[in-house]
């Protein structure tokens, strides 16, 4: 048996270093040392829940210097917590009392290697560390310090997931009933709360033959949170579809919904789509935070270049700009940004979208609803009779929204919206595969836009890296080598403020090709994408790898990011 660090440590000798520590940051000083020693007298308690139950030093800070004392990991986040479900089997596994174990906040969990697990915020408590310990005399112990507040959720979680478990023991059949009860309310609730504190665009609840599978995307990447038996996944989809207000008792056709939830100080919409699959309904639930501080420009990762450009775009009295990419690459948010970056209060702008992702103030935003008849079309006509100057849709799907936004455009108005493809150039011949005539294509288009969304690098823990070789040879790079004041390129590392990963947020890449002469000379010519792209480069607009290499250089990002979301094939 293993066991790290200071377990089988006297606990007397850690605090000594601990308050050394406190006192040599100025945390504590001699009147503060004396009042402690008084209450571990009276209390007979350790100097650390004395320091903790006074408030001299908040939780937070004590129990992080009690970490690096230690030299155990600290689990301060909710989205760091260990698993209820994970808990309780391993307790199982282990043949421990669950209820000894929550009473003395002992929390093991097992991972795939054998190894486990044990996160407790009481390290001075040996002898419950000790039973876990001879529970497992082969295993490899490694401790984990949970803060008072983490432990209190890991033990309010454990509770739940036990009353969900009694709940559906109880074979009921009722779903509808089932989605009511408590226990499923707090699980699912519970879901959403551990999303946001990931700070995950996306849930994704997806049943299997066995098992649920709860993945969340944090950053564009999919992490598993948790599995559930799927016994338990009717009762769940019904209380979101609840939520949204959905048809509980449709499971063969794909819906979708919102609704509204809070987490600490932050307000959330969440949109709701359900679709069938073989083992019942794939369900993912989509977080947009009601209040939003980068829905400007300024803060989406333009350079200055692209940034002066598209704001000459928004300053257009016609035409059409169009903004691409694929799901989840930022298109909506850089409209809103210059939909705000507009907004003046002197001009009527309408938005027809599906749905409504935020909401902003002095703009008149329409749900469009096909199930009723009402789509983006039918809202475009409506719209033009309201005597609009700004007009944004959603996206265009089809050939009738495409020829209303052309005949907008036509008749004095500036129309933004979105379309599904790999590049800017792209743009162009895919209008033409709606059926939009290329003749009012090149009259209408004044910009169009693609982009991509890179991890950024955590500003902790990044470190400078090598030039890569084979970047620095290529055309790519000597493209955009004169527009860079300093080149700096790094690595991402991994640590606590990052959890790990080395990444901490996402930037746009961008691709922005405002149609000249000899573009609209091509475009009206119905010429290959490839002549276009051409075009583009020739007039010296740079490329999403360009682009994103420039921010690579900046040490913004890393090359293997740009390289994940874009490729060289791309642009040729």
């Not at 705000?340 to 027809?352: A, L, P, Q, R, Y």
């Not at 936004?405 to 599904?420: E, F, N």
């Not at 004169?482 to 390129?489: P, Q």
Request: aromatic letters at 6%.
């Amino acid at each position: 048996m293993t066991i790290l660090t200071a377990v089988t440590t006297d606990f007397a000798q850690v605090e000594q270093t601990l308050i050394a520590t406190l006192t040599a940051d100025n945390q504590l000083d001699q009147k503060q040392l004396e009042i402690i020693d008084a209450t571990c007298k009276e209390l007979r308690c350790w100097k650390v829940t004395a320091i903790s139950r006074l408030g001299l030093v908040g939780d937070d800070t004590l129990y992080e210097a009690l970490a690096n004392t230690l030299t155990w990991p600290l689990v301060d986040k909710i989205n760091k917590c260990p698993n209820a479900t994970a808990i309780i089997a391993s307790c199982d596994m282990l043949a421990l009392n669950l209820d000894w174990c929550v009473e003395h906040h002992v929390f093991p969990v097992t991972n795939e290697q054998g190894d486990i697990s044990l996160y407790t915020d009481m390290p001075w408590a040996s002898a419950n560390i000790r039973v876990v310990t001879l529970s497992a005399p082969d295993k490899t112990i490694h401790p984990v310090l949970l803060t008072p507040a983490m432990a209190a959720t890991v033990e309010d979680e454990v509770g739940s997931e036990r009353a969900v478990s009694a709940l559906f023991g109880t074979n009921t059949s009722d779903i509808a009933a089932l989605a009511e009860e408590a226990p499923v309310i707090n699980l699912v609730n519970s879901i959403v709360e551990r999303a946001i504190f990931a700070d995950a665009s996306d849930i994704h609840i997806e049943p299997g033959a066995k098992n649920m599978v709860i993945r969340f995307r944090v950053d564009g990447k999919m992490n598993e949170f948790m599995q559930q038996p799927s016994s338990r996944f009717p009762a769940i989809a019904s209380r979101i579809k609840l939520l949204s207000q959905l048809d509980i008792a449709e499971r063969r056709l794909p819906q979708d919904g919102r609704f509204s939830t809070r987490a600490g100080n932050r307000e959330y919409d969440v949109r709701v789509s359900t679709a069938p699959d073989v083992n019942g309904e794939s369900i993912v639930m989509r977080l947009l935070p009601k209040k939003r501080d980068e829905l400007s420009l300024d803060a989406l990762g333009f350079a200055d270049d692209h940034l002066a450009l598209i704001r000459e775009w928004g300053k257009m009295s016609n035409g059409i700009i169009l903004v691409t990419g694929p799901t989840g690459s930022g298109k909506s948010t850089t409209l809103y940004g210059l939909l705000s970056d507009i907004k003046t209060g002197e001009e009527k702008i309408v938005t027809v979208e599906d749905p409504v992702e935020y909401q902003l103030d002095g703009i008149t935003q329409v749900q469009a609803r096909a199930d009723i008849g009402y789509t983006f079309a039918r809202a475009l006509r409506t719209f033009l009779r309201q005597d609009p100057d700004v007009i944004m849709v959603g996206e265009i799907r089809d050939k009738e929204t495409a020829d209303i936004a052309v005949q907008s455009s036509l008749t004095g108005h500036l129309v933004l919206s979105t379309l599904h493809t790999n590049d800017a150039s792209s743009v162009f011949p895919r209008l033409a595969d709606i059926g939009v005539e290329t003749y009012l294509t090149a009259a209408t288009i004044q910009g169009v836009q693609a982009q991509r969304l890179v991890r950024k690098l955590c500003p902790v823990c990044s470190e400078e890296a090598e030039a890569p070789a084979f970047l620095l040879e290529g055309d790519d790079f000597a493209a955009i080598k004169d527009k860079l004041s300093a080149v700096t390129w790094k690595k991402a590392v991994g640590c606590k403020a990052c959890h790990g990963k080395g990444y901490r947020g996402r930037i746009g890449i961008y691709e922005l090709i405002p149609v000249n002469a000899s573009i609209r000379s091509l475009v009206a010519a119905g010429a290959e994408v490839s002549k276009i792209r051409q075009a583009a480069r020739k007039a010296g607009f740079r490329s999403l790898l360009q682009d994103g290499l420039m921010k690579a250089a900046s040490g913004v990002t890393t090359v293997d990011e740009v390289l994940r979301v874009c490729s060289a094939e791309e642009t040729e």
